[in-house]
């Protein structure tokens, strides 16, 4: 497993919770980690994503001033914050990983809809229900 996330769970509304991604390995060096989340039924949605070599911060549009991403390089940790929940946040949350040459082009791997070259490196999956 080269993407480890946990934090995931269950909370009412209001409520927070904070998820983690430690990549390892090869994908250890990669220098755009971000989140994105599916819902059943519904299709995919860049989250949030930090391009590390600059630390440049990009957010999907429905999460702005609710979530906050961050990096802990001593811990080659990204952290993804999640306040003021909504029952429309509930979904699986999965961290991805790259190496991108451009704080852009992290942006667009990570959040952009459609886009074909989406990060490469993929974690599991974590939970988040909001009741």
């Known amino acids: 497993v080269q993407l480890v996330e946990s934090g995931g769970g269950s909370v009412p509304a209001g409520g927070s919770l904070t998820l983690s991604c430690t990549p390892s390995?090869?994908?250890?060096?990669?220098?755009?980690i971000g989140w994105v989340r599916q819902a059943p039924g519904k299709e995919r949605e860049g989250v949030a994503v930090?391009?590390?070599?600059?630390?440049?911060?990009y957010y999907g549009d429905s999460v702005k001033g609710r979530f906050t991403i961050s990096q802990d390089n001593a811990k080659n940790t990204v952290f993804l914050q999640l306040s003021s929940l909504q029952p429309g946040d509930t979904a699986m949350y999965y961290c991805?990983?790259?190496?991108?040459?451009?704080?852009?082009?992290?942006?667009?791997?990570?959040?952009?809809?459609?886009?074909?070259?989406?990060?490469?490196?993929w974690g599991q999956g974590t939970q988040v229900t909001v009741s």
């Open positions: 991805g990983a790259d190496q991108i040459p451009s704080a852009g082009v992290c942006r667009l791997a990570a959040l952009g809809r459609g886009y074909p070259h989406p990060l490469k490196h």
């Open positions: 390995g090869t994908v250890g060096n990669s220098n755009c």
């Open positions: 930090v391009y590390t070599r600059g630390g440049n911060i």
